[in-house]
C-alpha cells in the first residue's frame, strides 16, 4: 500500500500494514519509493501521512478513543 509523506509530498510504500491499522501504534515501517534503487526502510509517524488523494487516514486507525463518545452516550443512556 502506497501512502503520502505530507511534508515532502512523496510516495511512502508501507511494510507494515498491522501498525497503519492499529491505533496504538502512532508509527510504522515504510520507505520512501522514489528513484531506480529500493530505499532503506524507516519509521514514519501515521500522523505525517495521507492517503494518494490528499484525505487523511481514519481515525479508527489513528485514534483509538475514535468511538468513546458513542460508548459513553448509550451507557449514560441506560446505567
Avoid: I
Wanted: charged letters at 30%; hydrophobic letters at 35%.
Amino acid at each position: 500500500m502506497f501512502l503520502k509523506h505530507k511534508a515532502s509530498g512523496k510516495l511512502v510504500e508501507v511494510l507494515g500494514l498491522r501498525d497503519l491499522f492499529n491505533p496504538l501504534h502512532e508509527a510504522l515501517v515504510g520507505r520512501y519509493h522514489a528513484g531506480e534503487e529500493l530505499q532503506d526502510p524507516e519509521q514514519f509517524r501515521k500522523a505525517d501521512l495521507l492517503f494518494c488523494s490528499g484525505e487523511p487516514l481514519p481515525k479508527c486507525w489513528t485514534d483509538v478513543h475514535y468511538r468513546d463518545d458513542e460508548a459513553f452516550h448509550h451507557y449514560r443512556l441506560n446505567p
